[in-house]
């Protein structure tokens, strides 16, 4: 399950756009929405293109995306 309220955090500090990332992610903002929300799973390369465009390390993407 996605930590939504980091993810955000992390979204915000980038200074990246919704619309942008969800184009680099091949996927609506709306879907993209979704998945932050946890009501769509992430795929693993959307994972592995969002921790990319976040600049995350290994141990924050998976603090993130595999938080129980």
Do not use: C, H, P
Request: no cysteine; glycine share 6%.
């Amino acid at each position: 399950m996605t930590d939504t309220k980091e993810l955000r955090q992390r979204i915000e500090a980038s200074g990246l756009k919704y619309k942008y990332i969800a184009q680099k992610l091949g996927i609506t903002a709306y879907t993209l929405q979704l998945k932050i929300d946890n009501d769509n799973e992430f795929k693993v390369s959307e994972v592995d293109a969002l921790a990319g465009l976040l600049g995350l390390s290994l141990r924050e993407k998976d603090a993130i995306f595999f938080a129980k």
